[in-house]
């Protein structure tokens, strides 16, 4: 297969591995992506092969709870550029949408766009989307939302990190609502939105996907015979570094941001007895979408010359 300059740019972009190291993957993989983003990962040069790492369109996630329906909603609204989403006239717009959210209950983003506009019934949340964009002057979409009623015994908290770059939305369960608990929960939407360089994709182990685990496990075997361990032992050093990815990739399981000495559920514990996360939303503005302005073309045309 002909390993193209556009496939060594977007491997490097998912991997932050350097470009000749991208360009042999691509080759010993014959061409496959996925398969190249493990290659680099096996072998200790990629950061982090997540696809997710591609973060580059422009716009806001934002938030809104309603006090008299206990619901909070979560909404990424990307537009051209930087600039338009720091506007009073976009940060509306966003809010409209959140609220839309809330108060329609869409099944997906063509049901939200399809609703009336609780504001304003005579139009559609479509017809707001091609105003704005009339006025503003640039292509405006929205991304993705989620929505989170509370219940009896659950509450919601939202929280908005770097400006609206990273949003997050967490329901926990209580046994007795105190302010201690409102804290608690204060504390979890920051310790999800501030996770770097590996953000939580679940609560607890018991809702780990076997498919992601397993796969996991193969890299981790993979890296630790390129270290030259022995196979005898590689079982073990694997169990080891599980439990390390464990602590990643669950909430509940990482070092609580506040003091690192405990993990959330310990402070949880301690903090807020009886209480327990039920569920969460994070999303980061832009990831996972294509860059508009590519700024590595020329040093990959450069480095890359003679690619086919």
Not at 109 to 124: I, M, N, P
Not at 175 to 184: C, N, Y
Not at 240 to 255: H, I, S, T
């Amino acid at each position: 297969m002909n390993i193209t300059a556009a496939m060594v740019k977007e491997l490097r972009e998912m991997t932050n591995a350097g470009m000749m190291d991208c360009k042999k993957a691509l080759k010993e993989t014959d061409g496959d992506m996925a398969k190249a983003a493990d290659y680099l990962r096996e072998k200790g040069l990629a950061a982090a092969a997540k696809k997710a790492s591609r973060i580059a369109a422009e716009g806001l996630v934002g938030t809104y709870f309603c006090e008299k329906c206990n619901t909070a909603s979560l909404v990424e609204v990307n537009c051209e550029t930087d600039f338009v989403a720091k506007t009073d006239e976009f940060k509306a717009l966003v809010e409209d949408i959140c609220i839309q959210v809330i108060a329609a209950n869409p099944a997906d983003v063509d049901a939200l766009l399809a609703s009336k506009f609780v504001k304003d019934e005579t139009q559609t949340i479509a017809d707001l989307i091609t105003a704005k964009v009339a006025t503003i002057g640039e292509k405006i979409t929205i991304r993705r939302f989620a929505r989170f009623p509370a219940t009896e015994n659950s509450m919601v908290d939202t929280y908005i990190h770097m400006g609206g770059k990273v949003g997050v939305m967490v329901e926990l369960s209580y046994a007795e609502k105190t302010e201690a608990l409102t804290e608690v929960a204060h504390d979890i939407a920051l310790q999800i939105a501030a996770a770097s360089p590996v953000a939580p994709e679940y609560v607890r182990r018991s809702e780990v996907r076997a498919d992601h685990l397993e796969h996991e496990k193969e890299i981790l075997a993979a890296q630790a015979r390129n270290e030259g361990k022995p196979e005898k032992i590689i079982e073990k050093m694997v169990t080891g570094r599980v439990n390390k990815f464990y602590q990643e990739v669950c909430l509940l399981e990482q070092p609580f941001v506040k003091d690192p000495d405990m993990n959330v559920e310990k402070m949880i514990a301690a903090k807020a007895k009886g209480a327990d996360v039920i569920r969460f939303v994070r999303y980061k503005m832009g990831e996972g979408l294509e860059k508009r302005v590519d700024d590595l073309a020329a040093e990959v045309a450069a480095q890359t010359a003679g690619i086919k």
